[in-house]
């Protein structure tokens, strides 16, 4: 679940989205769409959490806008993006913010 | 649960977290920051999601980096947050983003 980042600054895509009801493939294209992003050049780190009300956040971290744009134009994560525009979501924000400081609480001194 | 935030730019504080296991007071003194959060001056809105396996997502929206420290150091958020280090939560981070773009999907053409 926790992402371990590097030093600030990188880059936070905040993705927040409420899921439409039903499987419809969706499941197996998330799970693809993280194995393809941690293959990615600039590829930081995800962390994402889903309630069972079908609310859920998922956040990416990259090196640099360049490594976001990249990913967005990578064919296969295209197309998965129109088949939740169209199939999985009902609703969706997507920001794109710079990451300045972090901090955190880990166990057994990891750090976050 | 999704927040209307303005047009970029604006801050997002991007808090991950691991619950332990059981209330411990915890979901009444959520509810309570919430609501005192709205209250504050720079606050924006805030979007929070967490899975059945505990490990949660809330992004809060502010004006400012003032708003966002004069926030941390609001006493009665101050004395939930040590309860939440020695209670609540296993692990967690914190990152403070300057959110420099937003777009996204809606539902009858409300904006993200």
Known sequence: MFANTPEPP???????????AGDDGYADTAERMVALA?????????ESARGTDG???????????????AWRQHTEHSLAREQGRQHWYSQFSVRVAKVERAY?????????
Chains 1, 2 share one sequence.
């Open 10 to 20: 990188y880059y936070a895509v905040i993705f927040t989205s409420q899921r439409t």
């Open 38 to 46: 941690v293959q990615q050049p600039g590829f930081l780190g995800v």
């Open 104 to 112: 955190g609480m880990c166990p057994q001194g990891a750090r976050p």
């Open 55 to 69: 609310a859920g956040i998922t956040v990416s971290y990259w090196a640099s806008e360049d490594a976001i744009a």
